[in-house]
């Protein structure tokens, strides 16, 4: 089981960079694949990018290649979402989640168990 929490969204102008941080409770962190999802009012949540549990292989959505980096920590139980560049379309509330799994990390919704609360990131024009 893990627990975990987002921080690290407000309000930017476009342009902008914010850095989001989702800390994990529990001693297992590196069995999970991370990803994090957002869902902007009025459209599906999507999945923004996803990491393997030590950080060998990544996933980006074409919307945010070149823009967002996912990282991770796992001394400090914790996995990161770098976004620069930012643009109106990427307001939405940003969320992470666990998959306890092997290998490539997943890019479907349902495939994660565990969520976060979400973080509201909201980019002025």
């Known amino acids: 089981q893990v627990a975990l929490v987002e921080s690290g969204g407000g309000l930017v102008q476009a342009g902008g960079s914010l850095r989001l941080s989702c800390a994990a409770s529990?001693?297992?962190?590196?069995?999970?694949?991370m990803g994090w999802f957002r869902h902007a009012p009025g459209k599906e949540r999507e999945v923004v990018a996803a990491?393997?549990?030590?950080?060998?292989?990544?996933y980006y959505a074409d919307s945010v290649k070149g823009r967002f980096t996912i990282s991770r920590d796992n001394a400090k139980n914790t996995v990161y979402l770098q976004m620069n560049s930012l643009k109106p379309e990427d307001t939405a509330v940003y969320y992470c989640?666990?998959?306890?799994?092997?290998?490539?990390?997943?890019?479907?919704?349902?495939?994660?168990?565990?969520w976060g609360q979400g973080t509201q990131v909201t980019v002025s024009s």
């Open positions: 990491i393997s549990r030590y950080g060998d292989t990544t």
């Open positions: 529990g001693r297992t962190f590196s069995s999970y694949a």
């Open positions: 989640a666990a998959d306890f799994r092997y290998g490539v990390p997943s890019i479907e919704e349902y495939e994660y168990r565990h």
